[in-house]
């Protein structure tokens, strides 16, 4: 069998695509998954029904050895979805999509991770971290997610949600609320959403001139656009963010000893602005023995086939 499918799930589509073992994604379609209130076999089905139909027009029928699924709070062990908050058919619920999706495909294997880990695996298939046993890889989107890998094996603890980096603690006094009831999130810093609230909170803590006091609802696109224009709080919003990411890698670098950091995920395309505070806060904090020796990489994978690769990575 010389092909999978790979699946992301997301909170408002689903992406999924035939590839090949070379990590070519040779047909793909998006569903959505925002409109099914909380019938979860609803979904499921019309998922069901796009993979059959992806295979088909691919001309793989028959020659598909799995299915790869990411999907927010997915657990590994049990192909179960957790009470995901930002999926109206898995909030407050436990879906075993996994099973129902295989019984949906006439019994073809399904095995689902949660979306920062099917990234992992990805990248150690296809991309920069190929061959490689030991990274971590933090996705920088609207969260910030991850994924970690020791000797070659994604980290999934006994109960199948180990890897939850982005809500390690940063900031102990007065931290920001997040999501997940918690306050002083890495994701409340380092996240789209984060850098944009720390945005918000320097133009209202100063009057010094910037490009973003002309933009209603600011995001990150708008801080990184103001950034590559040369507007000095907007560059100083991401050094401020490189700061807090590289001293919380120099903790993560601390439990695992990775021989990479890769970064992945809308933020990471202001690369130009936060790798040199992110590698000079990570030196900075991490214990003497590492200094210097942690390199800390970005993507190589296309990010419109990014999720796909990764979630398809699972079935090989």
Not at 10 to 28: A, E, F, W
Not at 115 to 126: K, L, P, R, S
Not at 184 to 195: K, P
Request: with cysteine.
């Amino acid at each position: 069998m010389d092909f999978a499918v790979g699946i992301d799930i997301g909170g408002q589509t689903s992406k999924l695509g035939v590839v090949d073992r070379d990590g070519n994604v040779l047909n793909g379609t998006v569903i959505r998954s925002d409109t099914y209130g909380t019938d979860s076999n609803a979904f499921i089905s019309a998922l069901a029904d796009a993979v059959k139909k992806c295979i088909a027009d691919a001309g793989v029928s028959g020659k598909v050895c799995g299915i790869g699924v990411g999907a927010p709070n997915g657990n590994y062990y049990t192909g179960q979805i957790l009470n995901a908050p930002n999926l109206a058919w898995a909030a407050g619920q436990t879906v075993p999509i996994a099973g129902e999706l295989s019984a949906g495909l006439g019994g073809l294997p399904v095995t689902l991770t949660n979306d920062a880990n099917a990234a992992a695996v990805g990248e150690m298939t296809y991309g920069v971290a190929r061959g490689m046993r030991d990274f971590i890889m933090i996705t920088l989107g609207t969260g910030v997610g991850s994924g970690i890998v020791i000797d070659g094996n994604v980290v999934y603890g006994h109960d199948g949600f180990a890897g939850e980096l982005g809500h390690v603690n940063v900031v102990h006094h007065g931290g920001r609320l997040c999501g997940c009831g918690q306050h002083g999130c890495l994701e409340t810093y380092c996240s789209a959403t984060g850098v944009a609230r720390t945005a918000r909170e320097r133009l209202a803590a100063s009057v010094a001139p910037s490009l973003l006091r002309d933009v209603k609802d600011v995001t990150s696109k708008d801080v990184y656009e103001a950034a590559r224009q040369g507007d000095r709080l907007a560059i100083d919003i991401f050094k401020y963010t490189g700061t807090v990411m590289g001293r919380a890698l120099a903790g993560f670098v601390a439990f695992s000893a990775p021989e990479a950091i890769v970064l992945f995920g809308g933020l990471a395309r202001a690369r130009e602005f936060i790798y040199e505070p992110v590698v000079k806060s990570l030196n900075r904090y991490v214990m003497p023995v590492w200094k210097d020796k942690v390199k800390v990489l970005f993507s190589s994978l296309k990010e419109s086939d990014a999720a796909i690769l990764g979630a398809s990575a699972l079935a090989w």
